[in-house]
């Protein structure tokens, strides 16, 4: 079985250029989450869908970031203008289901590292 | 807003040497995980922990999830080359579409052949 699949692994831009990471989650997942990973940190979320829907986006820096999950399986995040400050690891995971639903085990991908000169 | 604080935040032993990190907090959490991180990759799950005072193990590690649910250990037995890496736990909260999983900072982990 396939994992998450994330993409670019890796992105380097100069600050106030757009950048989006993509995601596909595992086959049969409906719940898909975005964290951000500072250096040294523990992963924080930024949005979690169920299905189609942003069931809590209240993390999401909402001036400069942007997410969709269209059709309620790939999702990508993106992010305009990147700042100096949005260096870090864009991870992101998915479930079969919600955090109460007894599925709730998440599955990470590898990351999509972004540096931002 | 609310915290895991791990410990410690970083070890470095001999081969062969059991470890012991635990994570606290100031609040409840009804589901305690801890993952495993290694460079370049995204956290990998070890060991899910559902009911307060359960004890469970996963080949050469065992967690425990405290009876006040405020706080979760994670021992590694005879460690070996291959657990280096940083470990993370991680607290469930909330209820439905609040709940929300929190992260601690994570313990970085080295291993000396």
Redesign the interface.
């Known amino acids: 079985e396939a994992g998450?699949v994330q993409s670019p692994r890796y992105k380097i831009i100069e600050k106030k250029q757009p950048v989006a990471f993509w995601c596909n989650p595992i086959s049969g997942h409906n719940t898909l989450y975005w964290y951000l990973q500072n250096l040294?940190?523990?992963?924080?979320?930024l949005i979690r869908y169920?299905n189609e829907e942003a069931?809590?986006d209240s993390q999401l820096p909402k001036d400069r970031f942007s997410a969709e999950r269209l059709k309620g399986v790939d999702s990508t995040l993106k992010i305009q203008p990147a700042e100096l400050g949005d260096s870090a690891v864009y991870?992101c995971?998915s479930s079969l289901g919600?955090?109460?639903s007894g599925a709730?085990?998440?599955?990470?991908?590898?990351?999509s590292r972004l540096t931002v000169l | 807003g609310q915290q895991l604080n791990q410990s410690p935040q970083s070890m470095f032993i001999q081969e062969g040497e059991d470890v012991s990190m635990n994570c606290t907090s100031s609040s409840i959490f009804n589901t305690w995980l801890w993952y495993k991180q290694e460079p370049g990759e995204g956290p990998v799950l070890l060991i899910a922990l559902y009911k307060a005072g359960e004890l469970t193990s996963n080949g050469r590690l065992t967690a425990q999830f405290g009876i006040t649910r405020k706080d979760s250990f994670l021992n590694i037995s005879a460690s070996i080359p291959s657990d280096v890496g940083i470990y993370f736990c991680a607290g469930l909260n909330g209820s439905g579409n609040t709940g929300k999983l929190i992260f601690g900072q994570g313990t970085t982990l080295q291993v000396k052949p």
């Open positions: 998450v040294g940190q523990g992963p924080e979320l169920e069931v809590d991870l995971a919600g955090p109460y709730n085990v998440l599955t990470f991908g590898a990351g």
